[in-house]
């Protein structure tokens, strides 16, 4: 009878075990899908990017550095060497560097007019919003995972498997800020 009762807990066990290694292999793989799916909405923004630059040099003459910036940080964004948490650093300072563009064009009222560049932005800001919604289902798969990773029991099976806390995608402080206009254009 003790040896029914001691196969009954271990198949318990067994079966306990297998949905804590199931669950955490689900948040882990969803994790890397989320991210995963900014990558593909960067791409977007990276591939627009010089749609914009383009369009926006034809109008502005001072603003060239800006726009060199903008050029240099989506080269860097680009590289697949970076680590994670450089990449987020780096389309971090890209989405500031856009912000700026933005705000530099409104010096340019037959640049706002032109159509080409009012679809080109229409499109930036439709990619814009999707990064950042990529972005928010990112930090919950994030969260999700984390809380799984250090929440006991499951924390000891991801010791087990090697598995640890991932970063969330934060913004950095100077995107935080406001833009400062008089800054911008030198004034």
Do not use: C
């Not at 009762?5 to 271990?10: D, E, F, P």
């Not at 991210?35 to 630059?53: A, E, G």
């Not at 991801?158 to 030198?186: H, P, Y």
């Amino acid at each position: 009878m003790s040896i029914y009762i001691l196969a009954g807990v271990s198949v318990l066990f067994l079966i306990i075990g297998m949905v804590m290694y199931n669950g955490l292999i689900s948040k882990k793989n969803k994790v890397e899908y989320a991210f995963s799916s900014i990558d593909v909405m960067l791409k977007k923004r990276h591939d627009l990017i010089p749609n914009l630059v383009a369009a926006v040099k034809q109008y502005m003459t001072h603003e060239r550095e800006l726009l060199t910036q903008v050029t240099a940080l989506r080269t860097e964004v680009m590289n697949p060497k970076l680590s994670e948490a450089q990449r987020f650093q780096a389309e971090g300072k890209l989405s500031s560097m856009l912000g700026k563009v933005q705000v530099a064009v409104e010096n340019y009222p037959d640049l706002k007019a032109n159509t080409n560049f009012l679809q080109l932005q229409a499109a930036m800001n439709e990619v814009e919003e999707q990064i950042s919604a990529s972005r928010r289902a990112f930090n919950a798969s994030v969260y999700d995972y984390n809380n799984s990773v250090e929440m006991f029991p499951t924390n000891i099976l991801a010791g087990i498997m090697g598995l640890r806390r991932r970063a969330s995608f934060e913004i950095t402080e100077t995107e935080r800020a406001n833009v400062d206009v008089n800054q911008l254009f030198g004034s």
